[in-house]
């Protein structure tokens, strides 16, 4: 496994280094990322890549040189051990470092989440008996985050822009149990701008 990731990342090298740089955050892109999901506190252990999710968004500037984005996302993770969950969120992102070939940005923003349970769920009632409640629940998302990326590079008309992101969701009524359910992304990602 670690031959086959050395030779991902040493071929993905050698085609930026043959590649011409560009800047792909002063135009609209589309990205595309895989997360590795936990309900853990920003840094806390509860990360496993056996809850493997995927994410589209769409990146828009609002100023020339990148320095501020609005991107919107749309995803799905597989917890496996709770269920899935679903999301849609915007973000606002800041890119202090325009000039940098390496993007490094932070982002805030306001969703909605959607767990679905893999079992059968239960709600105690007021008289102590147990019944059947709904398998899915939403809330109200505050994904706040940190990325770094390569700024980007030119192949044909295509350009590119891998980057990684860590991402902290509180979820707001989610569970009873928990009010604020922690929500947690590590992601890999890239931009394309076409």
Not at 45 to 69: C, F, H, R
Request: charged share 10%; hydrophobic share 40%; no cysteine.
């Amino acid at each position: 496994m670690k031959k086959i990731v050395f030779s991902l990342i040493l071929a993905l090298t050698t085609w930026i280094a043959q590649a011409r740089q560009t800047d792909p955050l002063s135009s609209p892109v589309l990205a595309v990322r895989i997360d590795m999901h936990g309900y853990t506190l920003p840094f806390g252990k509860g990360l496993s890549p056996k809850n493997i999710g995927v994410a589209l968004g769409v990146q828009l500037p609002y100023n020339q040189k990148g320095t501020l984005t609005q991107s919107v996302w749309v995803g799905v993770v597989n917890h496996h051990l709770s269920g899935k969950q679903a999301y849609a969120y915007t973000q606002l992102g800041v890119h202090p470092f325009p000039n940098s070939p390496v993007d490094f940005g932070f982002t805030i923003g306001l969703g909605y989440a959607r767990a679905f349970s893999g079992s059968p769920t239960y709600q105690q009632q007021p008289d102590g008996n147990w019944q059947n409640a709904s398998r899915h629940k939403g809330g109200l998302m505050i994904p706040v985050g940190v990325q770094l990326g390569w700024r980007g590079v030119q192949k044909g008309r295509t350009g590119f822009s891998p980057f990684v992101s860590y991402q902290f969701q509180p979820v707001l009524g989610l569970s009873e149990a928990a009010p604020i359910l922690p929500n947690t992304l590590l992601s890999i990602g890239n931009r394309f701008k076409f």
